[in-house]
Structures are given as C-alpha cells and as structure tokens.
C-alpha cells in the first residue's frame, strides 16, 4: 500500500479489535470500552461510539446518600457518565495517557480529574481534601475506588510509582500526585523551600506527605484544576 494516501492513512488509524475484553487501549490515548451491560466513565470522556448505548449524567443520589454534600460542592470534575447497552464507546481526556489497573479485592484513591472509567462491581467513593481546599485554590476532591474490576485512569506523559515505607515517607507536588494506595491517608503541608530552591515560584508551596506502606504515583506535569459549584 502506497505511503501517504488515504487508503494507508485509514488502514493505519481504524480501529482494531485486539481480544482483550472490556477495557481495550486502541493505543495509549483512546479507550475503547466493550460494552455489554454499563460502566462509569467520567463526564465528557466520549468523544464516538457505535451500537445501542444510552448514556445518563449521574444525579446527586445516585451513588448513595453519604455523597451528597461531598458531590454538591466538589464541582463538575467529580460528575461520572453512566453508560450501559451494547455497543462500543471511545474515551479520551484531553490526549492524556490512559492506564488499565484491575482491582482484586483492593483499593487506591485517585485525583479526581485522573479517573477515567470503571467497572460498576468497583465502590466508588469521592473524598473531600478539606485542609488541602482551605491553603489553594483547586484539587479539592480524590476518588475512592475499591473492589474487584477494571479501572481505567489518566495521567499527562509517562508517571512514576514511589514505595512508601515506614520511616521513609514520600512528598510530592499535590497537582502532580495521580494515585496511591487506599491505606495510606496524606497529610498537607506548607514548605517554603519546597520549590523555591528549585526556581519553581516563591513563598509557601503546598506538599502531600505519604507516611506508613503503600505507593504514590506522580506525574511529570503539574495539574491546575478548575472548581465550579456542581
């Protein structure tokens, strides 16, 4: 096939059904989900799909009454898709690297603008970061998911995974920690020199502290995120 015509551009981008299940990358920004019942998907995550699929934003309610205050003030990055049919749906996030994880029987907690999609069998709980909210503006919420299933979550370039081990606590940048582990419980605090010394700004800088045994997952780009009343 000839270089550069429109036959081989069309043949090099189609789509192509690999096998692997539910959760298929079609490459390292596009999740294809094969759909054959419902799953969570974050709130202007599809951009195309075929078949039969209904899509409802989720309400208040939905996932249970203990989230209704956390939901009304975390703004529109906490609101999750409900997809269910049969079909096949794209899903992309502004180009960002997407990431499959199954879950057995575990938990993390992701930032809540980094969760992409998963499974209806996965527990979904959003968890307000409130001394975070009350020293910046942004990043004021992460999710919760626990369970058994597959997770799909999104991360600018390439991330790294940090061991967290007693007496060998990990801090990091807050808007560029994408997950940890569900055990571990961060603590927020100011540090002058934290990237003053790095040429980065000036003042107090905020840190995510990580003490105790798990991991955190950090990206190479630092995040603003952008709240409104949702």
Request: proline share 3%; aromatic share 8%; glycine share 12%.
């Amino acid at each position: 096939m000839s270089k550069y015509t429109l036959a081989e551009f069309i043949d090099r981008t189609k789509n192509r059904d690999r096998g692997e299940g539910l959760f298929e990358l079609e490459n390292p920004r596009f999740l294809e989900v094969n759909l054959d019942g419902k799953i969570w998907m974050k709130m202007g995550a599809m951009v195309a799909y075929n078949g039969q699929v209904k899509f409802t934003r989720e309400t208040l309610l939905s996932q249970g009454l203990g989230n209704l205050l956390k939901k009304a003030v975390s703004g529109e990055g906490a609101q999750l898709t409900k997809a269910e049919g049969i079909g096949a749906v794209y899903l992309a996030d502004s180009g960002k690297k997407i990431i499959i994880l199954k879950l057995e029987n575990e938990a993390i907690v992701v930032n809540g603008n980094d969760v992409l999609a998963f499974e209806p069998s996965i527990k979904c709980d959003i968890k307000m970061m409130r001394k975070m909210a009350a020293m910046i503006s942004g990043g004021l919420f992460n999710v919760r998911l626990e369970g058994s299933g597959l997770v799909a979550i999104t991360t600018h370039y390439d991330p790294i995974t940090l061991h967290v081990s007693p007496g060998n606590p990990v801090r990091t940048d807050p808007n560029a920690t994408v997950v940890w582990s569900g055990n571990l419980e961060p603590a927020f605090k100011k540090d002058v020199s934290f990237k003053t010394f790095l040429g980065r700004g000036s003042g107090e800088s905020i840190q995510m502290e990580f003490a105790g045994e798990g991991f955190v997952v950090v990206q190479p780009y630092e995040e603003v995120y952008l709240q409104s009343g949702g």
